[in-house]
């Protein structure tokens, strides 16, 4: 088979891995037009219409699905082969792709990631941060970084953040205005500062367990956002309740400008975990990436 050949159906495969033209030509580095022409050569070449195409979506032809059911494995098994090759000679190289909360990118992957790229200078971490749940295999990614609550069974594992508390906190001029909450359900009585669930934009129900009883709050107040790192300046401020990790809080509860509520509410839970398809051959710039998380949680 010609290089030109094996692209082309290359390009199909990325086509349907991430859902449109524009972010497969992106992960390609070509334009749209110019990834649309590689595949409409490819449908020439086989006589054989493989996509449906809309001004809105694209998907697979039955045939075009069989076709990418037939040679994806042989695909992946190809793009790994420089990989492999550089891996037994003790050097690794090629990309990694990740999928990656916001908070989790931030707070624990970026602190880990110099020491990987230093011990790995052929290496390019091309990272997503993204707070709605993706399917990382459909959206060719190599693996993902989610809170342990969120991760799919048939999915590897790995720690990279511990076991994690979120903490419900408020002013002391609030609470000398408003009262403090002794339970949960007495939060609908208050004002709280909002944000949204990111897979389907709906107000997120904060989640609170103390033993066997579990129960979820709809809360209201004066604010809803998508960004919750803003919450802690405004609980501040005297406007309402946040509810937050500790990491975003911690040093105004140490600083008593913030007071924690409901604590016997919110115990420690699985926090963030780098996971990834169960896959017989491993391509070698994951598994070192992933042995590489495992050093870095093994110290904490």
Not at 227 to 251: C, K, N, T
Request: charged share 25%.
């Amino acid at each position: 088979m010609r290089g030109r050949d094996l692209f082309q159906l290359k390009a199909f495969c990325a086509v349907l891995e991430h859902g449109n033209f524009a972010r497969a030509a992106a992960h390609l580095g070509l334009s749209p037009s110019a990834l649309s022409q590689i595949v409409k050569d490819l449908e020439e070449r086989l006589d054989l219409r493989v996509l449906n195409r809309t001004t809105r979506s694209v998907a697979a032809t039955e045939a075009g699905r069989a076709l990418y059911e037939r040679i994806e494995p042989a695909l992946h098994l190809l793009e790994n082969v420089d990989t492999e090759v550089a891996a037994h000679a003790g050097r690794i190289s090629g990309t990694l792709r990740l999928n990656v909360s916001r908070v989790a990118a931030n707070i624990y992957l970026a602190p880990i990631l110099g020491g990987f790229l230093r011990d790995h200078p052929d290496v390019t971490v091309d990272i997503v941060t993204d707070d709605r749940l993706v399917d990382v295999v459909a959206d060719g990614f190599d693996a993902g970084i989610r809170l342990g609550e969120k991760l799919h069974q048939d999915m590897i594992a790995v720690p990279l953040s511990g076991d994690l508390t979120m903490k419900v906190v408020a002013s002391p001029a609030y609470l000398a205005r408003y009262g403090e909450p002794r339970h949960p359900n007495d939060l609908k009585g208050h004002r709280c500062l909002c944000y949204r669930n990111p897979s389907d934009r709906s107000p997120y129900r904060w989640e609170f367990e103390r033993g066997d009883d579990r129960r979820e709050v709809t809360v209201s107040g004066p604010i809803i956002v998508d960004e919750p790192a803003m919450l802690p300046r405004i609980a501040l401020e005297g406007i309402g309740i946040a509810y937050q990790f500790s990491h975003q809080v911690d040093r105004y509860l140490e600083s008593g400008d913030l007071v924690r509520l409901l604590t016997d509410w919110t115990p420690p839970f699985a926090g963030f975990f780098v996971y990834y398809p169960s896959r017989r051959q491993m391509a070698p710039v994951l598994r070192a990436f992933v042995d590489h998380v495992k050093r870095m949680h093994a110290k904490v």
